[in-house]
């Protein structure tokens, strides 16, 4: 089969890979119909040492074409969304539903599970009962803007989620997010869902804030460093009761402190690029501010968030705005990094 390789920084190539077989009773065979590259997938991109070529990608859709002896939720031909986190289902995290810390869970491109990328023609899913949620009605050929909002549930729509249950967002809330990827702008779309009455999307690319006014920011401020501080305490009336903080850089924590009140929450989603943060008695400490966040679970938010997608009540694939044939997927990558485009799929 045909796959995504990362070659070191700046260095895509879709290679020949084996052909993905069941090895375990409990894995199934999924013939991707659609991925796509992730914020998180230009981390790796920029800084990958060159030397052995590693499998990339973890946001997926397919078809199951084969499943083993003991899988017991899935037939072949199922259409399935394949969260970014491979989990059991059934150990104390899983029933918690935090399946990112499954006890015998993992990740796409996890070496101790054997798994490839989601950049692919295939893939071998491990634990496939407690990770794969079918989806009745949907076929490769659904409608594409389905599709994609479909995909997002793999990923960037559960982490905005994510980031806003954590949050704490509710009736009346104001929230600032940070970042205008697609993360951030679906941040916005969930914040807005639980019922948030002044969101702040802290975003300088118009095409993007763009698109979260349109999921429901009602402010964005362009600004960065202290002037843009300085215009969301202004916006806030002193500070943001709740900070959702989409990008993982540290200038964007830095952010998140500086306009952050007193008793309120920052909840960190994206991956984070920097070993410390500081959390004394000038930034969080003093504050009484609560950090929270994390890798999203994903899995625990499908089953809620798909009816709604499915109805067409919310659209969150408005985020992809380029779509590349497998082949094509190192052209993806680029046009990610220069900013020319959002979020770009990929059709194998």
Not at 217 to 245: N, Q
Request: include cysteine; hydrophobic fraction near 40%.
């Amino acid at each position: 089969m045909r796959a995504t390789h990362l070659y070191g920084a700046g260095d895509v190539r879709v290679t020949d890979a084996p052909d993905p077989t069941v090895q375990h009773p409990t894995d199934a065979l999924v013939r991707v119909t659609r991925a796509c590259v992730c914020g998180s997938d230009l981390h790796p991109y920029h800084s990958a040492p060159a030397g052995e070529p590693t499998t990339i990608g973890h946001e997926f859709v397919g078809v199951v074409e084969e499943v083993g002896a003991e899988v017991a939720t899935l037939s072949p031909g199922d259409f399935v969304i394949a969260p970014f986190a491979v989990s059991c289902g059934k150990c104390e995290f899983c029933r918690a539903g935090l399946q990112t810390s499954c006890v015998v869970g993992g990740f796409w491109n996890d070496a101790h599970l054997g798994t490839g990328g989601g950049q692919a023609e295939a893939v071998r899913v491990p634990l496939a009962d407690g990770t794969l949620v079918p989806v009745p009605g949907v076929t490769p050929d659904t409608d594409e803007a389905l599709l994609a909002s479909v995909l997002t549930l793999s990923d960037v729509y559960g982490t905005g989620w994510h980031a806003a249950v954590r949050g704490g967002v509710t009736a009346g809330s104001t929230v600032t997010v940070i970042g205008d990827g697609a993360v951030g702008l679906l941040a916005v779309l969930s914040a807005k869902q639980l019922g948030a009455e002044r969101i702040v999307l802290m975003g300088r690319h118009a095409a993007r804030t763009d698109l979260g006014r349109a999921f429901g920011a009602t402010d964005v401020v362009a600004e960065r460093g202290d002037e843009g501080i300085a215009a969301v305490r202004d916006l806030t009336e002193g500070g943001s009761p709740v900070v959702l903080e989409a990008v993982g850089h540290r200038p964007a924590y830095d952010q998140a402190v500086g306009v952050v009140r007193p008793g309120g929450v920052i909840s960190r989603v994206g991956v984070p690029q920097y070993e410390e943060a500081p959390v004394g008695f000038g930034s969080l400490f003093g504050g009484n501010v609560t950090l929270t966040g994390g890798p999203a679970p994903v899995r625990a938010y499908i089953e809620q968030l798909l009816p709604a997608v499915l109805d067409g009540i919310v659209q969150p694939g408005r985020v992809f705005d380029r779509t590349v044939a497998l082949e094509d997927t190192p052209a993806g990558y680029a046009a990610m990094d220069a900013r020319e485009a959002l979020k770009v799929m990929v059709r194998p």
